[in-house]
């Protein structure tokens, strides 16, 4: 048999029996007893209806993985991938439309196969525990809104890969790196003004008590911000959040209407003062350089295998294509990938706790700190005691618990 065939076949089922244990191990973690601090947050209904989110989700992935891996690896084994190679190549269009027919048929079907269980996700389990506010037309409008961005965005990227993989040689790899980088700037740069509107609806936030002690707290931070907006998060969901977008001066804060409408003047700021702190202590600038090293590496590993003919034999097909070694090595990569979003997460971690500790030090409210964690996890139906392992390979924020108990450390430690 193809080695590589037995490689990938290895890759796919391990990932769903690593997936399988973890999420088993996740759910007999859970503990029927109130974590001490929480009383007055959760009564026994909540706590009891949080785990019971947690255990029909994890159901429900275990059901959508016994579906989608099986049906991967069939669509391998029957010769999918060159039944569709074939009919792109129909067209006679040339590698990089021929590249995009190829890709637009693998990930529009991909799609329309997820898209029940995307419904089911949305408008039967978020719907029984009272976080969806998605309606079927704006469910709809924003499929066609992604599939929009894919064809602007995603076409054009990947038309340019394919062509700097024809055209340079050997060094294909590092053009691609540069050209990719250089599109991620940009793109991080238009995205609050030009992509994220197109899902949301963003307002300046009014006059009053809250936008005035954001704008005091950030002024005596000596942190330059374009203003303060609040987005329409309940169009989806009643879940909150949130973050900021931007760069130097034209950085914005923005808020969730949820968020606004469930927690006071003083808890808000102190969230705030959390994302703040990731400016400040440079994490947002060490995770794009760490994002753009990654991207190098998996470009650089990609041409060792690009147009491999044992590769393509693995997936039974009858011609060699750049355009497919892109969607082939994904398969072979994902083990990387897996390792390098684990050291992700650990260092996500470590960056949580230190935005955590700008906050109580310049803030010096950790008790509203705490009171905001607390509110999240209530109103999220969060896990409060998920398993180390389930943390370690995929948190990328630490336990609430754990956070809670290092904001206290801090407290104790600035007396």
């Known amino acids: 048999m193809n080695v590589f065939l037995i490689i990938i076949l290895f890759i796919l089922i391990g990932d769903y029996a690593l997936g399988l244990v973890v999420d088993a191990l996740n759910v007999k973690h859970l503990k029927t007893d109130l974590p001490t601090g929480f009383a007055g947050y959760y009564d026994e209904e909540k706590y009891r209806k949080s785990q019971e989110y947690l255990k029909e989700n994890t159901r429900f992935g275990l059901i959508t993985g016994s579906i ?70 704006t469910f709809v409008l924003d499929i066609l809104k992604g599939w929009l961005l894919a064809i602007v965005i995603g076409a054009s990227v990947f038309s340019a890969i394919l062509w700097f993989f024809e055209q340079t040689g050997p060094m294909a790899w590092a053009y691609c790196w540069g050209a990719l980088t250089v599109i991620q700037v940009f793109l991080m740069f238009i995205a609050p003004v030009v992509i994220m509107p197109i899902f949301n609806k963003f307002v300046p936030l009014e006059e009053g ?119 082939f090595f994904g398969f072979l990569y994902a083990p990387i990938e897996m390792i390098l979003s684990i050291f992700g997460n650990m260092l996500s971690r470590h960056h949580e706790y230190e935005a955590d500790a700008w906050a109580v030090r310049t803030y010096q409210r950790p008790q509203s700190m705490i009171a905001a964690l607390k509110k999240l996890s209530v109103d999220n139906l969060s896990n409060l005691t998920p398993h180390p392992l389930k943390v370690f390979l995929s948190y990328s924020h630490p336990p609430v618990l754990d956070r809670i108990r290092a904001i206290q450390g801090f407290r104790r430690s600035a007396r």
């Open 68 to 137: 989608s891996t099986p049906a991967v690896i069939a669509f391998i084994l029957l010769g999918g991938f060159n039944w569709v190679d074939q009919w792109s190549r129909s067209f006679h269009w040339g590698p990089i439309a021929t590249g995009l027919i190829f890709a637009a048929i693998l990930l529009f079907g991909s799609q329309i196969l997820s898209l029940p269980f995307s419904v089911y996700s949305t408008f039967v389990i978020e719907e029984k525990y009272g976080f969806n506010k998605t309606t079927p037309g």
């Open 209 to 327: 008590e809250l936008k005035s002690a954001i704008e005091d707290y950030a002024k005596k931070q000596r942190f330059k911000i374009k203003g303060v907006f609040s987005m329409d998060g309940s169009k989806r969901s009643t879940k909150a959040n949130a973050f900021f977008t931007g760069f130097g001066r034209f950085r914005r804060i923005v808020l969730f209407d949820t968020l606004i409408s469930k927690h006071t003047t003083e808890e808000l700021v102190s969230i705030l003062a959390h994302e703040m702190g990731h400016y400040k202590k440079k994490h947002i600038l060490k995770s794009i350089i760490i994002s753009i090293l990654s991207t190098g590496l998996m470009f650089y590993i990609l041409s060792i295998f690009m147009n491999n003919p044992a590769l393509f034999a693995a997936f039974q097909m009858e011609h060699i294509s750049i355009y497919a070694s892109l969607f």
